[in-house]
Nanobody, 120 residues
């Protein structure tokens, strides 16, 4: 099993920036695809950004050109740089990952979430 822990959430004014990160831990694993999701109050969870093992990225249209997802495979970490934040970005952000071990075993894990609050 692979465990994910997010960090970096907080409160910021509109137009500000925050950086989230998520660290994976476990035994002999490899992360294939990382994703960031968010769930705003009263809304459904939505996919914010994705990065594949080959570095291909994809973004929710409303965050494109403001958010950047990146990964550091050596540190088993994914980042989400969020710039020009808006009030509508307020949500709990979750990282998730598709992983494989050497057994082989494959699975999908979720982090516990980190809250981002943007005040206007």
């Amino acid at each position: 099993q692979v465990q994910l822990v997010e960090s970096g959430g907080g409160s910021v004014q509109s137009g500000g920036s925050l950086r989230l990160w998520c660290v994976a831990s476990g035994s002999s694993f490899r992360i294939n695809t990382w994703e960031w999701y968010r769930r705003a109050p009263g809304s459904q969870r939505e996919l914010v950004a994705r990065i594949t093992s080959g570095g291909i990225t994809d973004y929710l249209y409303s965050v494109k050109d403001r958010f950047t997802i990146s990964r550091d495979n050596a540190k088993n970490t994914v980042y989400l740089q969020m710039n020009r934040l808006k009030a509508e970005d307020t949500a709990v952000y979750y990282c998730s990952a598709d992983w494989m071990t050497g057994v082989p075993e494959a699975g999908h894990s979720w982090g516990q979430g980190t809250r981002v609050t943007v005040s206007s």
